[in-house]
């Protein structure tokens, strides 16, 4: 096997590529780096991505950064399951659904996980509920257009699914904390405040080599 990825545990960008690995059947060797003690910037790793972020992805020799990238490197070398639909009105969707959680979720969302993980949410409760009422409004319009059909694109699994399914886990175990209860965030669970979400979640969890994407400091309920 002549195939790698570099990643941190927990990372929604390197969680998205393990589970595209996985619905694809590729195998890899995975390469932990552990963020506590910055080896992402360590001189090997810089010597492999000079930004010292991940994921990276190495197949037979080639170097992929950046996760939307290396999405696009797997579906062209690897096009069987297709992440990308090769029609322009359902790749057109991907691409927006896509686009429009990296513009309107992520950022909210670590303004919540971050806090929370650090045992800070009493110091950023202001910042957290604030996210919260923005993140709020976005997961209603998930949750409105997975009323319509499976998957957050249509009828089948895409890399749509693979961006967004992270980002909410990281939410979710963030709202999880004992810590965000007072808050009243309106979030978690999700089969409460978002059910069609939650039926979705329990999809992907379902997909072939699921818990070899799991993160593995993580500990399942």
Request: glycine letters at 4%.
């Amino acid at each position: 096997m002549d195939r790698e990825l570099y990643f941190i545990s927990g990372s929604p960008p390197c969680w998205t590529v393990m589970l595209a690995l996985e619905v694809k059947s590729l195998t890899y060797t995975p390469r932990c780096l552990r963020n506590t003690k910055l080896e992402q910037k360590s001189p090997e790793y810089l010597a492999i991505n000079a930004r010292g972020q991940v994921p990276t992805l190495i197949d037979s020799g080639i170097t992929v950064c950046e996760t939307l990238a290396i999405l696009a490197y797997l579906d062209t070398a690897y096009p069987t399951p297709p992440l990308f639909d090769g029609k322009a009105v359902e790749t057109a969707r991907i691409w927006q659904t896509i686009c429009e959680c990296d513009s309107n979720l992520r950022a909210p969302i670590g303004d919540i996980s971050r806090p929370l993980f650090r045992g800070k949410g009493a110091e950023f409760a202001k910042q957290i509920t604030e996210a919260a009422a923005t993140v709020r409004k976005e997961l209603a319009l998930l949750e409105t257009r997975l009323s319509s059909g499976p998957w957050l694109t249509g009828k089948t699994l895409s890399a749509a699914d693979l961006i967004a399914f992270p980002m909410l886990m990281q939410l979710e175990r963030a709202a999880a904390r004992d810590e965000a209860r007072p808050m009243s965030l309106d979030i978690h669970p999700f089969d409460t405040y978002f059910p069609n979400i939650a039926t979705w979640q329990a999809q992907i969890e379902t997909l072939p080599g699921f818990l070899n994407a799991y993160p593995p400091h993580w500990v399942r309920s």
